[in-house]
C-alpha cells in the first residue's frame, strides 16, 4: 500500500514562514508529479504547487515568487518553504502523488494519492 505522511503546518504570524513536506511510503515503481494543493473553508481545493521528477514545476498564480517547491526523488519526498505567508493563505494543505506506479495482483496499475492534510493558520 502507498501512503503519504505530512508533516510542517501549524500557525505563524503574518510574514512569517513555512516549510512542508510530504514523504510518499510503501512498494511502488515510480511517481508521476508530486506537489501541494490547498482548502480554505468554503473554497474549492486550488493547486498551490507541484514539481515533476525532472524539476519542471507549476505554481497556483497567487503563489506570486512567496512559495518554492522541491522534490528529493530517492526520498520520494517534496518539499514547500513558503515565505511571505498572508491570512489569505490559511487552509488545509493538502500532498497529492500522480501517477504513482504499483503492481496490483501482477497487472501494473497507476493511480494518484492523497494525504490527510495539515492544517496551516496565518494569524496574528
Known amino acids: 500500500q502507498v501512503h503519504l505522511v505530512e508533516s510542517g503546518g501549524g500557525l505563524v504570524q503574518p510574514g512569517g514562514s513555512l516549510r512542508l513536506s510530504c514523504a510518499v511510503s510503501?512498494?511502488?515503481?515510480?511517481?508521476?508529479?508530486m506537489g501541494w494543493y490547498r482548502q480554505a473553508p468554503g473554497k474549492q481545493r486550488e493547486l498551490v504547487a507541484r514539481i515533476s521528477s525532472g524539476d519542471v514545476t507549476n505554481y497556483g498564480d497567487f503563489v506570486k515568487g512567496r512559495f518554492a517547491i522541491s522534490r528529493d526523488n530517492p526520498q520520494s519526498t517534496v518539499y514547500l518553504q513558503m515565505n511571505s505567508l498572508q491570512p489569505d493563505d490559511s487552509a488545509v494543505y493538502y500532498c497529492?502523488?500522480?501517477?504513482?506506479?504499483?503492481?496490483?495482483?501482477?497487472?501494473?496499475?497507476?493511480?494518484?494519492?492523497w494525504g490527510q492534510g495539515t492544517q496551516v493558520t496565518v494569524s496574528s
Open positions: 510503501g512498494t511502488f515503481f515510480s511517481i508521476g508529479f
Open positions: 497529492k502523488a500522480e501517477d504513482i506506479l504499483t503492481m496490483d495482483r501482477g497487472a501494473p496499475h497507476q493511480a494518484d494519492y
